[in-house]
């Protein structure tokens, strides 16, 4: 299957991390939901601040190893497949990613465990953007 590439002249991941920064900060969700979370968009981090439900920012970390619960790495094929209007079988959902070992999910798995649906959602908002 064909991944669509994006336009620009960056890297892949770059434009995948850039996309969502752009779009997480308008996320919101009615929930006590305050973590932190570092999302690898192959070697693009992003560092989500997650306060009341609410995504408080989505940044590029200031330092190598930023401090957070837990962290998500991926590869930027994994990301684009996942963020497809409607993805293929195993590429739909990040436990699906995981299975085929193309995330990794590290740190503290109680505050994703806990706020589940929250997370998979908000790591679908780049989904939304193509449909």
């Known amino acids: 299957m064909e991944v669509p ?59 190598p190893l930023p401090s957070c619960d837990f962290s998500l790495r991926a590869s930027e094929e994994a990301w684009s497949r996942f963020w497809q209007a409607v993805p293929a079988a195993g590429w739909h959902d990040i436990f699906a990613l995981g299975k085929r070992r193309e995330l990794s999910i590290d740190g503290n798995l109680q505050p994703l465990m806990a706020h589940l649906q929250f997370i998979k959602d908000l790591l679908a908002v780049g989904r939304e953007a193509q449909a």
Not at 18 to 38: E, K, N, T
Request: proline share 7%; hydrophobic share 35%; net charge positive.
């Open 5 to 63: 590439s994006l336009p620009g002249t960056e890297d892949r991941g770059a434009q995948l991390a850039a996309r969502f920064r752009r779009l997480a900060p308008s996320f919101s969700r009615a929930r006590g939901v305050h973590l932190d979370m570092l999302v690898r968009f192959g070697e693009h981090p992003v560092l989500v601040r997650i306060r009341d439900g609410r995504v408080d920012s989505a940044e590029t970390p200031s330092t």
